[in-house]
């Protein structure tokens, strides 16, 4: 650590002071060799390109003016090299545009996710300054409500473009669908954000759609679906995952019916076990568990007809609940056995959502429907880079080719 550094760091009183330094510090130097390398790699990329009079038309020309950088650890006070590279465009060549740190960039693009997640969860733009302020530091004190409003309505015009996207020639292996409940403003108290997130060809996981309309609703899934088709996507998945509640699976009939079913066994062991007695839910769900995670289908369906045998006379409701999507329970096993985990539930959207959901109405009346999606839409995209990809994707081909696969394997000529 240089003196410099040392002579910073006293300034503050506390060790958790010196560690936010330290990380500044750190992220600092670790930006300004970024940025020294990137501008020397173009200089030598065009090292060859000179004027009439032998002049090189790209030339490193000393610093712009220092700048803070607002990041997660606080803001960073940068200098950035700068280029001459006014002979260069003169010649009709493109000139220096920074990848790292754009001209008029004032924020790290992670903090574009957080304030969606803050307004999303009830900060209001003109208070949008002081609840960054007091996560990042006062030198957040350049997010303003001015830039808070501006960033919605770019949100909103990606939001635009996104869901007008062409999806002609797209493929996917698996959809799940959900129902989001969230705490702002809709056209309806009841409506919510209708989600569908896919596994494509080689096993990423992609968002599809989202849109809003009512969870229960036939009606708003099939103009989801019927939109999606519109747009180019042709043909359905080979299998789509949701809870058995959703009006999504009468509209799925309908817009993609060679689309094979399966419930989800989380949503699935939650109804069941809300329909009996406290005392016997916890080996209740073990029986359920033994069903969803035997080997084999036959040894699930033994073990659902155990159940079935065991609680029908105490417990109608619950064995009713269970039976009546018996048949779409057990699909997942016609599929690869390492894609179980996957395709047994509908947990990627649950996760990936678990922030937004069934929050209070702190936030109601924040904002228009459009902005409400939106924001959506920027978080499910951000979350979309952490999804991992599906376990076993080298077969996903198999599966989209129609390969028969019986317990999780490949099936056997006879």
Not at 320 to 344: G, M, N, Q, V
Request: charged share 30%.
């Amino acid at each position: 650590m240089d003196e410099s550094t040392t002579g910073r760091l006293g300034t503050q009183g506390t060790v958790g002071g010196v560690l936010e330094e330290l990380a500044r510090e750190g992220a600092r130097r670790m930006l300004a060799e970024a940025m020294k390398r990137e501008v020397e790699e173009f200089v030598e990329r065009n090292a060859e390109r000179v004027d009439e009079e032998g002049h090189r038309m790209a030339v490193r020309n000393g610093s712009m003016r220092e700048r803070d950088i607002l990041s997660g650890v606080g803001p960073i006070r940068v200098k950035q090299p700068r280029v001459d590279d006014t002979k260069l465009r003169a010649s009709g060549e493109e000139g220096f545009r920074s990848a790292i740190l754009p001209k008029y960039a004032r924020r790290m693009p992670s903090l574009d996710a957080l304030l969606p997640v803050l307004y999303l969860k009830g900060v209001s733009a003109a208070a949008m300054e002081g609840a960054l302020a007091s996560i990042l530091g006062e030198g957040a004190a350049g997010v303003s409500a001015t830039t808070v409003v501006r960033l919605k309505g770019q949100w909103e015009q990606e939001y635009q473009s996104w869901s007008h996207r062409d999806l002609s020639g797209k493929r996917y292996a698996y959809f799940w669908a959900d129902g989001i409940h969230v705490n702002v403003r809709l056209d309806d108290e009841k409506s919510c954000i209708l989600v569908i997130m896919a596994a494509d060809l080689v096993g990423n996981k992609e968002l599809v759609a989202v849109s809003d309309g009512y969870r229960e609703s036939t009606e708003s899934w099939r103009e989801m679906l019927l939109d999606l088709k519109r747009r180019g996507l042709e043909l359905g998945p080979k299998l789509a995952i949701a809870d058995g509640a959703l009006g999504f699976w009468g509209a799925l009939r309908e817009v993609y019916p060679e689309v094979r079913e399966q419930r989800c066994w989380v949503h699935k062991t939650g109804n069941v076990l809300d329909k009996m007695a406290k005392s016997v839910q916890s080996k209740a769900k073990g029986m359920i568990h033994e069903m969803y995670m035997a080997p084999t289908k036959k040894q699930a369906r033994a073990a659902y007809q155990h159940f079935i045998d065991s609680w029908g006379e105490k417990y109608p409701k619950a064995v009713e609940c269970l039976a009546k999507d018996e048949e779409a329970l057990f699909t997942f096993y016609d599929f690869p056995a390492s894609h179980w985990a996957h395709i047994r539930t509908s947990n990627p959207i649950e996760s990936t959502y678990a922030t937004v959901r069934q929050r209070t109405r702190a936030t109601k009346g924040c904002g228009s429907r459009t902005a409400t999606l939106s924001m959506v839409f920027k978080l499910a995209l951000e979350a979309q880079k952490t999804w991992r990809r599906i376990a076993g994707y080298e077969l996903v081909g198999l599966v989209m080719a129609g390969t028969v696969f019986v317990d999780g394997e490949l099936a056997v000529a006879a």
